[in-house]
């Protein structure tokens, strides 16, 4: 495989909570009047990543993944693992809690995820995790007297935290929030509650997953050092954040990305350099013999 910089095209998502970020904030030209979600890093049927420079060109990440998989991602898979979106809601999403790795099944998806938060207005925020000790019965009297926000953990969140969601945890990301998702590949959401928007809700499926026991602190605690702050280590996805140029040699035993942040610079993966651009996601296959970032100013995060 040959290794480079690899930029994928955005993939737009209408849902009804959406807004204007993406053209106000990050200079988008959308196929409709508000998008709620890019997703720039996707193997998915419903959402596929089309490569949009270089040799591959044109191809899907599914078939990187079909041809490449060792040399892309660090070992083989039958489909890359991580799924990278930008989320604008304009309106709160809906309350709802995704499978966590205990239920996967040929017809669950585990879904882990984590939220960077690049903008947030002053109503903004999430909710993560209860506020108090529940139980199935109490959750389902809570759900049927619309109760139910009022037992969730609330958290006013600003540009720069991170905020780590489990599979099992119940959750919701708050109106004038908008932020960079990093997830596991799953699209496997079951809604409990939706802001009495009429979309179908999935409380026995939710009751099925929802684990009682979780109530960490809702941010996560960054490791701030000089040049690098270590944001999130977990077995699905680590993240740091960099505020300097940066060379990394390989081998390497998995791919990266790279997303930047704010101000400019670029990236040279073996003997092919690219710009970096804000808000945008770019893939490093694990086969690289090393990879360097030249950054003039701002900052970017690493994600492997």
């Known amino acids: 495989m040959q290794s480079y910089p690899i930029y ?12 204007r970020k993406l053209v106000d904030l990050c ?11 890019s ?5 998915r049927k419903e959402g596929m990543s089309i490569v949009e420079n270089g040799v ?23 489909k890359f693992p991580l799924l990278i979106k930008l989320i604008d809601a304009k309106q709160s999403l809906s309350v709802q809690v995704h499978p966590g790795d205990a239920q996967k099944s040929p017809l669950i998806e585990p879904k882990t995820e984590l939220w960077y938060v690049l903008e947030a207005a002053a109503s903004g925020g999430v909710f993560a995790g209860f506020s108090q000790q529940m139980t199935p019965t109490t959750f389902v009297k809570a759900v049927e007297e619309k109760e139910l926000l009022s037992y969730l953990q609330r958290k006013e969140v600003k540009k720069g935290d991170a905020v780590f969601i489990p599979g099992g945890m119940i959750h919701a990301i708050l109106q004038g929030t908008f932020l960079l ?12 509650y939706d802001w009495q ?11 099925s997953v929802l684990d009682w026991e979780i109530n960490p602190p809702i941010l996560c605690a960054q490791k701030k050092g000089k040049n690098c702050t270590k944001v999130h280590q977990s077995p699905h996805f680590s993240i740091e954040k960099w505020t300097t140029s940066q060379l990394w040699k390989g081998p390497f035993s998995r ?8 101000g400019k610079g670029s990236i040279q993966v073996d003997d092919v350099v690219e ?7 770019c893939l490093i296959p694990a086969s690289a013999s090393f990879f360097s970032i030249e950054l003039q100013k701002g900052s970017y995060l690493r994600i492997w």
Request: no cysteine; aromatic share 14%; net charge negative.
């Open 8 to 19: 994928f095209t955005p993939l737009y998502k209408d849902y009804v909570w959406g807004g």
């Open 27 to 37: 200079g988008r030209s959308i196929p409709y009047t508000k998008a709620a979600e």
């Open 39 to 43: 997703w720039e890093i996707a193997d």
């Open 56 to 78: 591959y060109q044109g191809l899907s990440l599914h078939d990187l993944v079909r041809l490449y998989g060792k040399e892309l991602m660090g070992e083989r898979e039958e």
């Open 181 to 192: 998702e990093i997830q596991e590949n799953s699209d496997t959401t079951y809604r409990i």
């Open 197 to 207: 928007r009429g979309r179908k809700l999935h409380i026995p499926e939710a009751l």
């Open 255 to 262: 791919f990266s990305i790279i997303f930047l942040l704010e």
């Open 275 to 281: 710009d970096l651009t804000p808000f945008r996601a």
